[in-house]
């Protein structure tokens, strides 16, 4: 008998446990400290005018899309993806496809909002402007990333997210993990309540 979804699993769930959390000075940080990190910004977007903005190219815009949505329908804090053909073809065309993201935070972010910047790999052109964009214009840069421990997204946040491996499914699905866990514990989730799903806006 095969013990092959068993053993992904395991896997996925030991890739779960290594995530690691550093700040922009590359020191780093316990996971549940970086995650009251990221609980402190959604809040204060969540009680101010301001807004978090997810980008993210293939399976990651698919998670930017489905945590965007739920951080404001489920959670109450103002979430948007820069993923409407519309302009990334126009932006594509115009600027070139490296610019695509930054252009829009530029066009759309004020000092004081969140981006959450999604790149398995760490070294999407796109997705590094888009975080150099956010930081001129003060913004908070949460990054998500894996593969090397080296890559250069991990750099660029103020707190920043990773996977320890190197296939994609694992760094994806660790990626929306890491997401949901802190939408989840920002919504009151606790092991008292593990089957019962969250249900208060984050304030």
């Known amino acids: 008998m095969s013990n092959s979804y068993a053993d992904y699993v395991q896997t996925f769930f030991d890739t779960l446990k290594s995530v690691t959390v550093t700040d922009r000075q590359g020191a780093a940080l316990a996971v549940d400290a970086g995650i009251v990190r990221v609980h402190d910004s959604m809040r204060r977007v969540a009680r101010g005018t301001g807004k978090v903005m997810f980008v993210g190219n293939g399976g990651s815009a698919g998670i930017a899309g489905h945590l965007a949505i739920d951080f404001a329908k489920n959670g109450g804090v103002r979430?948007?993806?820069?993923?409407?053909?519309?302009?990334?073809?126009?932006?594509?065309?115009?600027?070139?496809?490296?610019?695509?993201?930054?252009?829009?935070?530029?066009?759309?972010?004020?000092?004081?909002?969140?981006?959450?910047?999604?790149?398995?790999?760490?070294?999407?052109?796109?997705?590094?402007?888009?975080?150099?964009?956010?930081?001129?214009?003060?913004?908070?840069?949460?990054?998500?990333?894996?593969?090397?421990?080296?890559?250069?997204?991990?750099?660029?946040?103020?707190?920043?997210?990773?996977?320890?491996?190197?296939?994609?499914?694992?760094?994806?699905?660790?990626?929306?993990?890491?997401?949901?866990?802190?939408?989840d514990t920002a919504m009151g989730w606790t092991t008292a309540t593990k089957s019962v799903q969250p249900n208060v806006p984050v304030r």
């Not at 993201?101 to 999604?118: N, P, T, Y």
């Not at 975080?131 to 707190?159: H, M, Q, W, Y």
């Not at 990773?162 to 499914?169: D, K």
Request: aromatic fraction near 8%; include cysteine; proline fraction near 1%.
């Open 79 to 183: 979430a948007v993806t820069f993923n409407d053909a519309s302009s990334l073809t126009c932006l594509g065309n115009d600027l070139g496809y490296d610019q695509v993201f930054a252009k829009q935070v530029e066009m759309q972010a004020f000092a004081g909002d969140v981006l959450i910047a999604i790149s398995s790999s760490g070294g999407s052109k796109n997705i590094l402007n888009a975080a150099r964009a956010a930081a001129n214009l003060k913004c908070e840069v949460i990054t998500l990333s894996g593969f090397s421990p080296d890559n250069d997204l991990r750099r660029l946040g103020d707190v920043n997210f990773f996977v320890n491996s190197a296939v994609y499914g694992f760094v994806e699905t660790g990626h929306q993990a890491v997401l949901h866990a802190i939408l």
